[in-house]
T-cell receptor
Framework: AQTVTQSQPEMSVQEAETVTLSCTYD???????LFWYKQPPSRQMILVIR??????QNATENRFSVNFQKAAKSFSLKISDSQLGDTAMYFC?????????????FGKGTKLSVIP | DGGITQSPKYLFRKEGQNVTLSCEQN?????MYWYRQDPGQGLRLIYY???????QKGDIAEGYSVSREKKESFPLTVTSAQKNPTAFYLC????????????FGPGTRLLVL
């Protein structure tokens, strides 16, 4: 079974500051992937960043980076130089490959507000 | 432009009525998924399909049905057996060769009258 826990229902950050969103997970798989998705007020789900569990190097995408702690099963998202357009729900997810479905298991999300 | 489209954007259902949500993709993706999103909840998988004419139940399939007659299309029917259908429904797709990344449509908001 896969579980994903996001312990911060809501967070806020000043524009241009840095914020870190937390995520812990549990998985029975040895080879898995982790994702952060962004859902702005439009409700379109947008992939922010992904991490392959067998890679030790933390993934980065421009202002977004992750801190992947495999032993602790932790996968936090850091947003640097926060912008107003970063205001959104952020969902952490892990991929489950059972029966070849490659379905995603999501956390409940963190609502991030960027304050001007 | 390539992408995933969902229609309608808003849908109203009367008690005892079946309604169908449309999902179409022109990305040539093989696998397609339906998720349900409730307030304060993450997305939960309803059904998925990896190839035409084949689909599998997800975690919350009761009260829903799907079909996959064409690669591009994966409609979801919310039946009268679904007692709490009010939610936001998201469709996603994935290339079989890309085991990781799912791409999402804009969603359909279903409300019960």
């Amino acid at each position: 079974a896969q579980t994903v826990t996001q312990s911060q229902p809501e967070m806020s950050v000043q524009e241009a500051e840095t914020v870190t969103l937390s995520c812990t997970y549990d998985t029975s798989e040895s080879n898995y992937y982790l994702f952060w998705y962004k859902q702005p007020p439009s409700r379109q789900m947008i992939l922010v960043i992904r991490q392959e569990a067998y890679k030790q190097q933390n993934a980065t995408e421009n202002r977004f980076s992750v801190n992947f702690q495999k032993a602790a099963k932790s996968f936090s998202l850091k947003i640097s130089d926060s912008q107003l357009g970063d205001t959104a729900m952020y969902f952490c997810a892990t991929r489950y490959s059972g029966a070849g479905s490659y379905q995603l298991t999501f956390g409940k999300g963190t609502k991030l507000s960027v304050i001007p | 432009d390539g992408g995933i489209t969902q229609s309608p954007k808003y849908l109203f259902r009367k008690e005892g009525q079946n309604v169908t949500l449309s999902c179409e993709q022109n990305l040539n993706h093989d696998a397609m998924y339906w998720y349900r999103q409730d307030p304060g909840q993450g997305l939960r998988l309803i059904y998925y399909s990896q190839i035409v004419n084949d689909f599998q139940k997800g975690d919350i399939a009761e009260g829903y049905s799907v079909s996959r007659e064409k690669k591009e299309s994966f409609p979801l029917t919310v039946t009268s057996a679904q007692k709490n259908p009010t939610a936001f429904y998201l469709c996603a797709s994935r290339r079989l060769a890309d085991q990781e990344t799912q791409y999402f449509g804009p969603g359909t908001r279903l409300l019960v009258l």
